[in-house]
T-cell receptor
Framework: QQQVKQSPQSLIVQKGGISIINCAYE??????FPWYQQFPGKGPALLIA?????SEKKEGRFTISFNKSAKQFSLHIMDSQPGDSATYFC????????????FGGGTRVLVKP | NAGVTQTPKFQVLKTGQSMTLQCAQD?????MYWYRQDPGMGLRLIYY???????DKGEVPNGYNVSRLNKREFSLRLESAAPSQTSVYFC?????????????FGSGTQLSVL
């Protein structure tokens, strides 16, 4: 049973376009929602994260939107660049469970020049 | 600044063989983790260690054992490898970032079990 469901599995976007990745979760006890970025042959690295007391967080071209009532959160990559081509994972954790992360299935993003 | 170092990078095993994946971190982190990555399944936690001397099962621990040798090192052992254990394995260590864990991952070990 996957507690964090991520879609789509893959995404192709033109340079300058917007990439949107969605995640949905079941457990309302989750209280931390990070996104990790992974380049081929490398381990994932923390990209951006949000807590449920805010609805949006922006860092450069990356924005997380959070909808607590719908139990959904999404990553928007504005002005997508070829260097953004990577696999993106959403995740969730809760303090009550020792902050261990539960990851979504991943989205492979390809930005075409 | 090495971060998290995993060895080996690639390994091919025959069914029933055993092996140990090594992991070391130089960031003085208390917590360390072993994940496996499979297509469409994301990263699934195998075992973790919240501090030196402690280990706990994660989501998919069957067929694996771990050892937290000291604060720096956390190894993963496959006693009798099975084809279902073909995967990419990642070790990670974490730093509490404002009360939440920020994970630092190694570059992974690609394991094939024939």
């Amino acid at each position: 049973q996957q507690q964090v469901k991520q879609s789509p599995q893959s995404l192709i976007v033109q340079k300058g376009g917007i990439s949107i990745i969605n995640c949905a979760y079941e457990n309302t006890a989750f209280d931390y929602f990070p996104w990790y970025q992974q380049f081929p042959g490398k381990g994932p690295a923390l990209l951006i994260a949000i807590r449920p007391d805010v609805s949006e967080k922006k860092e450069g071209r990356f924005t997380i939107s959070f909808n607590k009532s719908a139990k959904q959160f999404s990553l928007h990559i504005m002005d997508s660049q070829p260097g953004d081509s990577a696999t993106y994972f959403c995740a969730a954790s809760m303090k009550a469970a020792g902050n261990k992360l539960t990851f979504g299935g991943g989205t492979r993003v390809l930005v075409k020049p | 600044n090495a971060g998290v170092t995993q060895t080996p990078k690639f390994q091919v095993l025959k069914t029933g063989q055993s092996m140990t994946l090594q992991c070391a971190q130089d960031m003085n982190h208390n917590s360390m983790y072993w994940y496996r990555q499979d297509p469409g399944m994301g990263l699934r936690l195998i075992y973790y260690s919240a501090s030196e001397g402690t280990t706990d099962k994660g989501e998919v621990p069957n067929g694996y054992n771990v050892s937290r040798l000291n604060k720096r090192e956390f190894s993963l052992r496959l006693e009798s490898a099975a084809p279902s254990q073909t995967s990419v394995y990642f070790c990670a260590s974490s730093d509490p970032l404002g009360g939440y864990e920020k994970l630092f991952f190694g570059s992974g070990t690609q394991l094939s079990v024939l």
